[in-house]
C-alpha cells in the first residue's frame, strides 16, 4: 500500500519561513512534485524534479523563494519556502510517481496534475500579514 505522509505546514507571518515533508512509503519514485490548492481555486503547481534527467522546475510566482529537494536514503521528498507571502496560503500536497515519461526540460509534462500517481493528504500553510 502506497502513502505519502506530508508534514510541516502551519501558521506563519509573511516574511517566514517553513519547510514541508512528504515521506513515501510502498513505492520507490522517479518524478515528484509539490502542488498547492487556495479555497475556490485549481490545484497549482509549484515544483518538481526527476531523478532520471536531473531536471528541476518552479512557477514562476515561487521560483526564487521556495526550494524542491528529495533524500533517497529516507524516501523523502522537501519543499523548503522561504520569504513566505500572505498568498502563498494554501493546502499543499505532495505527488510522485515511479516512473518518468516525459521528455527532458518538459515543463508542461513536470507541471501536470495528472502526471503523478500518488498524492499525499494536504498539509495547511497559512500566512498572515
Known amino acids: 500500500q502506497v502513502q505519502l505522509a506530508e508534514s510541516g505546514g502551519g501558521l506563519v507571518q509573511a516574511g517566514g519561513s517553513l519547510r514541508l515533508s512528504c515521506v513515501a512509503s510502498?513505492?520507490?519514485?522517479?518524478?515528484y512534485a509539490w502542488f498547492r490548492q487556495a479555497p475556490g481555486k485549481e490545484r497549482e503547481f509549484i515544483a518538481s524534479?526527476?531523478?532520471?534527467?536531473?531536471?528541476?522546475y518552479a512557477a514562476d510566482s515561487v521560483k526564487e523563494r521556495f526550494t524542491i529537494s528529495r533524500d533517497n536514503a529516507k524516501n523523502t521528498v522537501y519543499l523548503q519556502m522561504n520569504n513566505l507571502k500572505p498568498g502563498d496560503t494554501a493546502v499543499y500536497y505532495c505527488?510522485?510517481?515511479?516512473?518518468?515519461?516525459?521528455?527532458?526540460?518538459?515543463?508542461?509534462?513536470?507541471?501536470?496534475?495528472?502526471?503523478?500517481?500518488?498524492w499525499g493528504q494536504g498539509t495547511q500553510v497559512t500566512v498572515s500579514s
Open positions: 505527488a510522485v510517481a515511479p516512473n518518468d515519461y516525459c521528455a527532458p526540460y518538459a515543463y508542461l509534462c513536470y507541471s501536470q496534475v495528472g502526471g503523478y500517481d500518488y
Open positions: 510502498g513505492t520507490t519514485f522517479t518524478k
Open positions: 524534479n526527476s531523478r532520471r534527467t536531473g531536471s528541476t
